[in-house]
């Protein structure tokens, strides 16, 4: 949708999105016009980039609105009906009735895009690994409700992955007995377990076999313990191999920060490691683009 100022200037049209398409689009918003226009974006998915990386060779002023306040207006403009024609011609409008709610967009490098990607898929991954860690905190509280907090809050160190690989089972782990336990702790892990940690898991354990007892003497035990136990098991597989794709990535992410920011200036202020510094860098791109710190503010969402 074309608007100049408050008129339109036409009904709104579409274009292909091919470099005919481009040139259409380009041709048709300068029509009447005596040097560069304003083009604003909504940014989804990754649809805008090849666009707005022609709209700015072209030479033209790129805006981006949020796309939260855009489903507001839009909502506001077409309560029942969403087309197309009303999301371009709310976003054209949008020069006029929130100035302050567009930034500038800088069209990204193809290494600030590659960062950008990678720090995404590492937030994907994070928190599917989340995801993971809920799960098995959601079936083990059938299967011994106590023992995730006997674990304590390292409850996902080698030694307690080990300890939850073969021991969902509390009639199982309750035979090692307090000597066995602390045994397999060491075992299984690299610092030196706690005694009070041993002695938390051990009385996890017997309470759970106690609670269950009965009903597993009666064959009434209303799960299998060797099925959740293969869940648990594909759980951690998986936590395991994501772990593992996210220092792979980490790897990535620090070279491709280093490419843009080789001076590791974010890094400088307190409280911004390597995760964040990739982070904010990835998100904001060239933070000249914001005239002070309230438009900054108002693009990152803080």
């Known amino acids: 949708a074309v608007h100049d100022g408050a008129t339109p200037r036409g009904k709104p049209f579409t274009v292909e999105a091919t470099r005919e398409g481009v040139d259409v689009l380009l041709r048709r918003a300068q029509e009447g016009a005596t040097g560069p226009v304003t083009f604003v974006m909504e940014p989804t998915g990754l649809a805008w980039l090849q666009l707005a990386a022609h709209i700015a060779a072209a030479g033209h002023t790129l805006l981006v609105s949020k796309p939260q306040k855009l489903s507001d207006l839009r909502k506001f403009y077409s309560k029942h009906t969403k087309t197309d024609s009303v999301d371009a011609s709310t976003v054209a409008r949008l020069p006029l009735l929130d100035p302050d709610g567009l930034h500038a967009m800088c069209v990204p490098t193809a290494e600030e895009t590659t960062l950008r990607r990678l720090v995404k898929q590492r937030e994907r991954l994070a928190r599917q690994l989340g995801d993971h860690k809920r799960r098995i905190h959601a079936v083990m509280v059938i299967a011994n409700p106590w023992l995730m907090a006997a674990l304590g809050e390292d409850r996902f160190s080698a030694a307690r992955t080990a300890f939850l690989r073969s021991y ?95 001076d590791q200036t974010l890094q400088q202020l307190r409280g911004i490691g390597p995760t964040i510094a990739a982070a904010i860098e990835a998100l904001v791109g060239n933070v000249l683009r914001f005239p002070n710190s309230r438009k900054f503010i108002g693009y990152t969402g803080l």
């Open 168 to 262: 969902v089972d509390p009639a199982k782990a309750a035979e090692m007995g307090q000597e066995g336990i602390r045994r397999f702790f060491s075992n299984h892990g690299s610092g030196r377990i706690e005694a009070a940690t041993v002695d938390q898991v051990l009385e996890s354990c017997l309470q759970a076999h106690g609670l269950y007892a009965g009903l597993r003497a009666a064959g009434k035990l209303p799960f299998d313990y060797a099925a959740i136990q293969d869940e648990v098991a594909y759980e951690l597989d998986e936590m395991q191999r994501k772990d593992a794709m996210i220092k792979k990535l980490e790897s990535k992410i620090d070279d491709a920060y280093r490419r843009i920011d080789p």
